[in-house]
């Protein structure tokens, strides 16, 4: 019963995991993107935990754990450059008109 539910709940993530990646390239903004990928990180990292489980396998756990570290480090780093490139898009913009 336990191993069925696992399953599902595999399939589920899985969809929802396409899903983001459809976001991401159908998004118009750069925010959009942005959410979409880090929704796409946690159900990523779900995926991972519940593999984790259905295999009895800890160390997973621990892949899951670095992939969750070095995605929040990502999320800062691209949520500090995005403000840099919008303010240097809306200059050039100004200079040209």
């Keep these: 019963m336990i191993s ?3 399953t599902v709940m595999k399939y589920i993530f899985i969809i929802f995991a396409a ?3 459809v976001k991401i390239v159908i998004a ?4 959009e993107k942005l959410i979409a ?3 796409l990180s946690s159900v990523i990292l779900a995926l991972l935990a519940l593999i ?3 295999s009895d396998q ?3 756990l621990d892949v899951a754990l ?3 570290i070095f995605g ?3 999320l800062l780093a691209i949520a500090r450059f995005l403000p840099q490139v919008r303010h240097k898009k809306d200059r050039e913009e100004s200079h040209d008109s």
């Excluded at 118009?28 to 925010?31: G, L």
């Design 28 to 31: 118009k903004n750069r925010s």
């Design 66 to 68: 670095v992939y969750d």
């Design 37 to 39: 990928l880090m929704i």
């Design 72 to 74: 929040f480090l990502g």
């Design 4 to 6: 069925t539910v696992l």
């Design 52 to 54: 984790a489980v259905d």
């Design 19 to 21: 899903a983001s990646v």
């Design 58 to 60: 800890i160390f997973i």
